[in-house]
């Protein structure tokens, strides 16, 4: 349905971090960018549009745009897990440790389940040495087959 704005702004999230999890070869980051325009012309109140062009900016090295991006995207819907997901990956990938861990906290207050989540908030834990919060974390997500360190192994690269 071409004007159904929530299956928009599903695409979009689905395009912003399908290179992420291994499928390349297409110009994922303009498709996301325009389903989120597309979502955000059908119903401009939706959150997580905001969250994808957070995520564009940050994967072209623009986290002053990704940030506004994000804190507006938590504006209009502080009940989204993945707007504090994606804001809590920035904050880490800038070195922002603690407000990185209180979002990805807040992300899984909303869905306790949320294993990605869990996987960010045990990389979060083992940059800033806390090991003993780390592992039980890392133990609850291998149980899925999910690896804390492959799915930013650019910027675990980063941190070495």
Not at 16 to 39: I, N, P, Q, Y
Not at 46 to 55: D, K, N, R
């Amino acid at each position: 349905d071409p004007v159904f704005a929530r299956a928009w702004e599903g695409l979009a999230a689905v395009y912003s971090v399908v290179e992420s999890w291994g499928f390349t070869g297409r110009d994922w980051d303009a498709l996301a960018m325009a389903a989120a325009e597309r979502a955000l012309e059908l119903e401009p109140g939706l959150s997580t549009p905001w969250a994808v062009m957070g995520q564009i900016a940050s994967n072209n090295g623009d986290y002053i745009s990704s940030m506004a991006h994000m804190d507006r995207a938590i504006q209009l819907d502080s009940t989204n897990a993945t707007n504090y997901l994606w804001r809590g990956i920035n904050y880490s990938s800038l070195g922002f440790q603690t407000e990185s861990i209180a979002d990805i906290k807040r992300c899984l207050d909303i869905d306790p389940a949320y294993a990605n989540c869990k996987r960010h908030l045990a990389l979060a834990y083992f940059i800033v040495n806390e090991n003993e919060l780390a592992l039980p974390l890392m133990q609850q997500v291998a149980k899925y087959g999910i690896s804390v360190f492959n799915f930013h192994a650019k910027l675990f690269q980063r941190l070495v």
